[in-house]
């Protein structure tokens, strides 16, 4: 059996969106290409449809990746986690004492880690030597650019 596949209710929801817009949409528009390409003639010497019989293969990929992490998901609640403990689902603030402003993230499960939007996982190194810590603890972490010690601010449950 596959591995387990932790999300949010939420993050399984993108991922069946994500998943039938692909099936419905996508599938239509690679089927229609290679119809288009095949009409050129010769197909051993027919860069369209080389390259459209390449865009079908990367879209069934995708779209197997999608339904095996449906068939496999785990819905995580985060509203189950314990108050001021940082752990999946928690929004933690911590400074860096070499810096002038402290940072806020959310630790999610691994598949909804998004940097840009300060998710990061609970797997990463920061995610992973936080979680258990709380409020006022402090947090030695090591990273390429060497050991960072952060201290814990404030931890909230997400919303």
């Given at each position: 059996?596959?591995?387990?596949v932790m999300l949010t209710k939420e993050g399984f929801e993108k991922v069946k969106a994500e998943y039938e817009h692909l099936v419905t949409v996508e599938r239509k528009e690679?089927?229609?290409?290679?119809?288009?390409?095949?009409?050129?003639?010769?197909?051993?010497?027919?860069?369209?449809?080389?390259?459209?019989?390449?865009?079908?293969?990367?879209?069934?990929?995708?779209?197997?990746?999608?339904?095996?992490?449906?068939?496999?998901?785990?819905?995580?609640?985060?509203?189950?986690?314990?108050?001021?403990?940082?752990?999946?689902?928690?929004?933690?603030?911590?400074?860096?004492?070499?810096?002038?402003?402290?940072?806020?993230?959310?630790?999610?499960?691994?598949?909804?880690?998004?940097?840009?939007?300060?998710?990061?996982?609970?797997?990463?190194?920061?995610?992973?030597?936080?979680?258990?810590?709380?409020?006022?603890?402090?947090?030695?972490?090591?990273?390429?650019?060497?050991?960072?010690?952060?201290?814990?601010?404030?931890?909230?449950?997400?919303?």
């Amino acid at each position: 059996m596959a591995d387990e596949v932790m999300l949010t209710k939420e993050g399984f929801e993108k991922v069946k969106a994500e998943y039938e817009h692909l099936v419905t949409v996508e599938r239509k528009e690679v089927a229609e290409r290679l119809k288009e390409a095949r009409a050129f003639g010769d197909l051993s010497e027919n860069a369209e449809y080389d390259a459209a019989k390449n865009e079908q293969a990367e879209l069934e990929e995708k779209i197997a990746k999608l339904d095996l992490m449906m068939r496999n998901a785990k819905i995580v609640d985060y509203s189950t986690q314990t108050k001021g403990i940082v752990n999946v689902g928690t929004t933690v603030v911590i400074k860096d004492p070499e810096k002038s402003e402290p940072d806020e993230y959310s630790i999610v499960v691994p598949a909804e880690a998004d940097l840009f939007a300060n998710k990061i996982s609970s797997e990463s190194a920061v995610g992973h030597a936080l979680i258990g810590h709380k409020v006022g603890d402090t947090v030695e972490v090591e990273l390429p650019i060497g050991k960072v010690v952060y201290e814990i601010i404030a931890v909230e449950l997400m919303q």
